[in-house]
């Protein structure tokens, strides 16, 4: 293990993936850990946020990490994925050489190390900057001529279905639907709950803009949306000031985003209290064992009723249980099994001919269209050819996928014994994390020895991923 005494984290939110958005506070947590976990000081964090920027371009903290580099005060970099550092592929281009000329080629990802000091690290990361920027390059061309131009004048889009609060027009207010915004936003701002406050709207009989009964991540994602505070947003990001009538004030629209996007606050998602939720299933009816507990103490049931399909029969308490695979999954690390089963030659080379594929293909795409724009293909023969091309990149992106789902396990391989001293410290998304690096899931067996003290390990089956 290097030691490094003078590390930059760095850290962006960009709404751009609603998928898997992270707060900036997590990926700061998670790069910190990581830094703990090698034994590195962090000399300085780095944040930049895409989504006051009003711009949406400007990436002061990015700029001011580099000056940093290049005057030679950061020996490492810690990113929480590769995307949050660039977005186009020039970007890392110029990353790379100032890491080059400061001697800086340790650049962490918690998906992964680019050693950018060596071959195969810099064609990963080119390989990551190239997918992302792809993806939104394509998108941008597709919207260009006619999107852009709408958005950036504030103008509502048009298709697609009506925004809550808004009549089909996009502009004109839906008098009940702005009342029902108002209370929302004014109830969550007072501090209630959104699961209270859904519980408010169903008991009033408020349904979404399309009917549905509301949720709380429906009620959070419709709360922060900046148009309702007169914002005209493209691809997330705000473009321009809107032409239709705010429904709540700019100051409010802030104030909300504040309160929902505190990862503290942990509203959206119940606080995480269970390590091995969603990996335990019940041996009776195979059904995926929920958080349950039982007058205060922590447990994992199989649960029945409306949406949930097990079959009630199963019940562990979760202390022991958690310990226990806790333990299992640290030895495991340590075995020379997993050592054995780890990523062979065959498959790296494997990976690497993918992500040759992906790249042709991705550079056939870009060809295709401007062969399209120029007008040389139809319409119907570009389509065609790049719905071809587009579902081969995503089997070979899967695949991708699956190939390099070890890495995960390789950061921690041979480190049971050293998680093990540091495990109580790691925060809980973290130690599930290890443990799912191994585990696929875990089948709980019914009681045999009644009334025994503790756990009883027969009715623990771990099925290990490698
Ligand atoms: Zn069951």
Redesign the pocket.
């Known amino acids: 293990m290097t030691l490094r005494g003078a590390v930059a984290l760095y850290a962006r939110i960009s709404q751009d993936r609603s998928g898997d958005e992270l707060a900036v506070t997590r990926q700061l947590e998670d790069c910190r850990a990581e830094a703990e976990r090698r034994g590195w000081t962090v000399a300085d964090e780095y944040v930049d946020d895409d989504v006051s920027a009003y711009s949406g371009k400007a990436r002061p903290a990015y700029e001011r990490m580099l000056r940093d580099i290049e005057d030679g005060l950061r020996d490492a970099v810690i990113v929480w994925h590769m995307d949050r550092l660039h977005r186009r592929p020039i970007e890392l281009e110029q990353f790379v050489a100032t890491c080059t000329r400061a001697n800086v080629s340790d650049v962490v990802t918690l998906h992964g190390d680019y050693d950018l000091g060596k071959g195969d690290g810099l064609f990963m990361a080119r390989l990551m900057a190239a997918m992302a920027a792809n993806e939104s390059d394509s998108k941008r061309r597709r919207l260009k001529r006619k999107a852009v131009e709408t958005a950036e004048a504030g103008k509502p889009k048009s298709g697609g279905p009506r925004p809550y609060g808004f009549r089909s027009d996009f502009v004109t207010h839906e008098p009940a639907e702005v009342a029902y915004f108002h209370e929302a936003a004014e109830r969550v701002l007072a501090g209630e709950s959104l699961q209270s406050v859904v519980r408010w709207l169903d008991a009033s009989g408020a349904h979404t803009a399309k009917g549905n009964q509301w949720t709380p991540s429906k009620l959070r994602a419709l709360l922060l949306a900046p148009r309702y505070w007169g914002m005209r947003t493209h691809h997330g990001q705000i473009v321009a000031k809107a032409t239709w009538e705010p429904i709540i004030t700019p100051e409010q629209g802030e104030r909300l985003r504040l309160l929902l996007t505190d990862p503290s606050r942990g509203t959206h998602r119940a606080p995480r209290r269970y390590l091995l939720s969603g990996l335990l299933k ?6 995926t064992l929920y958080s349950a507990p039982k007058s205060g103490v922590r447990g994992y049931a ?1 649960m029945k009723g409306a949406e949930l399909r ?5 019940y562990i308490y979760a202390a022991k249980l958690e310990a226990f695979i806790a333990h299992a999954v640290l030895i495991r690390l340590d075995s020379p099994h997993l050592v054995d089963a780890m990523v062979s030659t065959a498959e790296r080379s494997e990976v690497a001919a993918i992500g040759d594929a992906i790249v042709a293909d991705t550079a056939q795409m870009e060809d295709l269209m401007k062969l399209w724009a120029d007008r040389a293909m139809s319409t119907e023969e570009w389509k065609l050819a790049r719905d071809r091309l587009e579902a081969r990149v995503q089997a070979n992106r899967r695949t991708l996928t699956r190939l390099t789902e070890h890495d995960a396990i390789e950061n921690y391989l041979g480190q049971g014994e050293a998680l093990r001293e540091q495990w109580e410290g790691l925060n809980l998304s973290r130690q599930a994390a290890i443990v799912k690096a191994v585990l696929d899931h875990i089948v709980i067996l019914p009681v045999v020895h009644r009334g025994r003290a503790g756990l009883d390990p027969e009715r623990v089956a771990p099925q290990w991923r490698l």
């Open positions: 019940c041996s009776k009816c195979g059904g199989c097990g079959c009630g029969g199963t």
